[in-house]
């Protein structure tokens, strides 16, 4: 069963690094001198959100009680 943030109740959330030159254009255009985004999924691969900053990724995670979990 998801939550209201589709994440799944195993409260695990996985990070996973996305180079800017693999976006959309209008994605990369709000990027601005970012080079390194981290993409935060579910267990079930879906993603929930983009975000710049690694650190900033996993404070989103604790802050919602998730467990976040980096992949490479």
């Given at each position: 069963?998801k939550?209201?943030?589709?994440?799944?109740e195993?409260?695990?959330?996985?990070?996973?690094?996305?180079?800017?030159?693999?976006?959309?254009?209008?994605?990369?255009?709000?990027?601005?001198?970012?080079?390194?985004?981290?993409?935060?999924?579910?267990?079930?691969?879906?993603?929930?959100?983009?975000?710049?900053?690694?650190?900033?990724?996993?404070?989103?995670?604790r802050?919602?009680?998730?467990?976040?979990?980096?992949?490479?």
């Amino acid at each position: 069963m998801k939550d209201q943030f589709g994440v799944l109740e195993d409260r695990i959330v996985y990070l996973k690094p996305i180079d800017k030159e693999d976006l959309p254009d209008e994605v990369i255009d709000q990027t601005g001198d970012i080079e390194q985004l981290w993409s935060v999924h579910n267990s079930e691969g879906e993603q929930l959100a983009l975000i710049g900053d690694l650190e900033q990724a996993y404070d989103l995670a604790r802050e919602f009680s998730y467990s976040p979990m980096t992949l490479h």
